[in-house]
Nanobody, 120 residues
């Protein structure tokens, strides 16, 4: 089993930056990829960025030039550096881990979420 805990959310002005962190615990060896999702009020949850165990990254088009996802394998932590934040980035951000379990595809774990508010 894998448990995830997010931190780093808060209130920031447009154009500012925040760094989100997600610490994983449990059966770390089962994690194949990790990512960040977000959900704004009245909107569907969407993928923001992901990173595989091999270090390959993917980003939503809306954040590709502004956000950076990274991993610290020694600390079992994934980070999301968010620069040039816009009001439309306001959402609850959730950490996600895709688990590689033989004969059990689709296994995943979610954090509780951290609020990011971009406002002047």
């Amino acid at each position: 089993q894998v448990q995830l805990r997010e931190s780093g959310g808060g209130l920031v002005q447009p154009g500012g930056s925040l760094r989100l962190s997600c610490a994983a615990s449990g059966t770390i060896s089962s994690i194949n990829a990790m990512g960040w999702y977000r959900q704004a009020p009245g909107k569907q949850r969407e993928l923001v960025a992901s990173i595989t165990s091999g270090g390959m990254t993917n980003y939503a088009d809306s954040v590709k030039a502004r956000f950076t996802i990274s991993r610290d394998n020694a600390k079992n932590t994934v980070h999301l550096r968010m620069n040039s934040l816009k009001p439309e980035d306001t959402a609850v951000y959730y950490c996600n881990a895709k688990l590689l379990i033989l004969y059990k595809p689709g296994s995943e774990s979610w954090g509780q979420g951290t609020q990011v508010t971009v406002s002047s």
